[in-house]
Structure formats: structure tokens, C-alpha cells
């Protein structure tokens, strides 16, 4: 396998950790246990989320479409378009858990950073598109 599929992989697999991250937080928000108290905060959390997850795998879906858009690729347009939507439902699944959580612990970063990658995941989702739509353009034969 070339290096570029091996990093598209890597994002999808980077991807599906963020939205992971991400539910176990809001899922934790929903049942924080008593010896917390208020004193918990989630912002430093979702920053470090971003920071480990989701900024990698959007720099690696990024390097393995420039290395692969020269001559496209299906497996890898649809590894990204993959990751992308792992992505998105996360986010969605994220944003439903948003009700249950106690107003405490609501943020605007606990409350926008879902819809915020949600509107993100769409770039990832055309890029793995073209991606699996361009391919390499045969050179014309000269017979003369």
C-alpha cells in the first residue's frame, strides 16, 4: 500500500477517536458523579479532543489527497468520505446529548463545538468526492 492510504487510515481511525472523545464527554457531563461537584469543566477537555484528534486527522486527509490528486484514487476518496461522515454522525450524536446535560456544565464551546464540526465534516465529504470522481487523463497518442 502507498503512504497515502496508509495516512487517509489513519485519519478515518483518528476520526472515529474524536467522535468517541467526544460522546464519552457529553455522556460523562449527563452523569457526573457527586464527588466532582461543579467544579468540572469540559472546555479544557473538548480542547485537548481537538488538539489530538480531529486537527491530525483533517491534516492527514489533507496531505493523502494532495499526494493522491494527481491521478485519483476510489480507495482513498473513500477512506476521507469515510472519515467524514464518521465525523458528522458523532457530532450529531454529540448535539442530541446536549438536552440531558445540566445547565453547569453548558458552555458555548460544550454547545457550538459539535455544530461547529458538523459544518466541517461537509469540506472532508467533497474532497473524498473528487477524489473518487477524478481520474488520471490518458496522454494522447501521436501516430505522426
Known amino acids: ?9 489513519t485519519s478515518v481511525g ?4 474524536f467522535a468517541g ?9 449527563i452523569n457526573v458523579p457527586e464527588e466532582f461537584g461543579p467544579v468540572f469543566s ?6 485537548q479532543f481537538i488538539s489530538i484528534g ?25 477512506l476521507i468520505i469515510v472519515g467524514g461522515i464518521i465525523l458528522f454522525s458523532g457530532m450529531i450524536v454529540s448535539y442530541s446529548m446536549i438536552d440531558k446535560i445540566d445547565d453547569a456544565y453548558l458552555t458555548d464551546s460544550v454547545r457550538y463545538i459539535p455544530i461547529l464540526f458538523m459544518f466541517l465534516s461537509f ?22
Open 1 to 9: 500500500m502507498a503512504i497515502e492510504k496508509w495516512l487517509a487510515i
Open 14 to 17: 483518528l476520526f472515529a477517536m
Open 21 to 29: 472523545e467526544m460522546i464519552s464527554v457529553y455522556n460523562f457531563m
Open 42 to 47: 469540559a472546555d479544557p477537555k473538548i480542547l
Open 54 to 78: 480531529v486537527a491530525p486527522a483533517g491534516i492527514l486527509s489533507a496531505v493523502a489527497f494532495i499526494m493522491s490528486r494527481q491521478y485519483g484514487s476510489k480507495q482513498i476518496g473513500g
Open 123 to 144: 469540506p472532508v465529504i467533497v474532497v473524498g468526492t473528487y477524489l473518487m470522481k477524478h481520474s488520471k487523463r490518458r496522454p494522447k497518442k501521436e501516430y505522426f
